[in-house]
């Protein structure tokens, strides 16, 4: 989830712009519950371990590309979602 907020409003720099970025830390995050399921998975692998992984990505930035749109009534369609995108 982390990653996909990150993703949705993190300026996109080239090395060539000298533009500030925000270290993200886990101060500055919510806290995020981690759910472990206790029957393993001898299908998936050999260690019996189930993982979402990357799957809770898909929908984080969709989800603030939505909430901009419902305050907004502007549609980002492209990311990071800026303020310019907003207001062009």
Same mark, same amino acid.
């Given at each position: 989830?982390? %990653?996909?907020?990150?993703?949705?409003?993190?300026?996109?720099? !080239?090395?060539? *712009?000298s533009? +500030?970025? %925000?270290?993200? !830390? !886990? !101060?500055?995050? +919510?806290?995020?519950?981690?759910?472990? =399921? +206790?029957?393993?998975? *001898?299908?998936? &692998?050999?260690? #019996?371990?189930?993982g979402? #992984?990357?799957?809770?990505? =898909? #929908?984080?930035?969709? +989800?603030?590309? &939505?909430?901009?749109?419902?305050?907004?009534?502007?549609?980002?369609? *492209? @990311?990071?979602?800026? @303020? *310019?995108? %907003? @207001? #062009?």
């Amino acid at each position: 989830m982390c %990653v996909g907020f990150k993703a949705a409003i993190t300026r996109v720099c !080239s090395q060539s *712009d000298s533009c +500030a970025h %925000v270290q993200e !830390s !886990s !101060s500055s995050r +919510a806290d995020i519950k981690v759910i472990f =399921v +206790a029957e393993p998975d *001898d299908i998936i &692998n050999p260690l #019996g371990i189930k993982g979402l #992984g990357e799957i809770g990505i =898909v #929908g984080v930035a969709a +989800a603030i590309a &939505n909430a901009v749109y419902r305050a907004t009534g502007k549609r980002v369609r *492209d @990311l990071p979602i800026t @303020l *310019d995108k %907003v @207001l #062009g």
